[in-house]
């Protein structure tokens, strides 16, 4: 059984661009979590998403950030007209029920806006 | 929501001393504590975890306790060795399945 998947691992983009991260969760896994990691910080939680529901997003910026978990396919998290604060890791983890005991993290994506 | 304090920020030990790791949360609906740990550029690594019906913890070198009326818990590394050093973090969570996180502890074992 595979672990959680992100791609890509590392992203460069330029300010004002847009960057789009996945998250592959693990097989029979219905709930994700996006965590974004500022360097030398803890863990802010984002958003929490089950299959094609946003069930919290209390830590989402409200602009310029968005999250789907499509029926098909990985989460995305979406952000668009990047700026230098935006650098940083992106972690997400996955859930079969929701429970925090049973999440499980990928390797995170590692942004980076020049 | 949910706030989630952790000191120290740093903690330096000799090889084969104790490391002690607090950390208090606010939230009385918290019901589950993990400690996680992470090397550089890694994923955070589950070490531990305990549920609020328990006070205390152990895997081997690693043991928890919780004190759920004084809504605070701690992590203790018995016997440290330089690869126990990383950043340990611990987390708040409840039902809702998002956990609220420390802004973590830089551990340095010294050889």
């Not at chain 2, 490391?19 to 994923?43: H, M």
């Not at chain 2, 070490?47 to 609020?52: E, G, H």
């Amino acid at each position: 059984n595979a672990g959680v998947m992100q791609n890509p691992r590392h992203l460069v983009r330029r300010r004002g661009q847009e960057a789009r991260l996945r998250c592959s969760p693990m097989k029979g896994h219905s709930h994700v979590y996006w965590y974004r990691q500022l360097p030398e910080e803890g863990l802010k939680f984002m958003v929490y998403l089950q299959k094609e529901n946003i069930i919290d997003e209390s830590g989402m910026p409200k602009e310029r950030f968005s999250a789907e978990f499509p029926k098909e396919g990985p989460s995305i998290l979406r952000i668009q007209q990047v700026v230098r604060g935006d650098s940083a890791a992106y972690f997400c983890a996955s859930s079969p029920t929701g429970q925090p005991y049973e999440q499980y993290f990928g390797p995170g994506t590692r942004l980076t806006v020049t | 929501g949910e706030n989630v304090e952790q000191h120290p920020s740093t903690l330096s030990v000799q090889e084969g001393d104790s490391a002690v790791i607090k950390c208090t949360y606010s939230d009385s609906a918290s019901n589950y504590f993990p400690w996680y740990k992470q090397e550089l550029g890694k994923r955070p690594q589950l070490i531990i975890d305990i549920r609020s019906n328990v006070g205390e913890k152990k895997d081997q070198r690693i043991a928890v306790t919780l004190n759920k009326t004084a809504k605070h818990f701690s992590l203790h590394i018995t016997e440290t060795q330089p690869e126990d050093s990383a950043v340990y973090f611990c987390a708040a969570s409840h039902e809702a399945g998002k956990s609220t996180f420390g802004d973590g502890t830089t551990l340095t074992v010294k050889p």
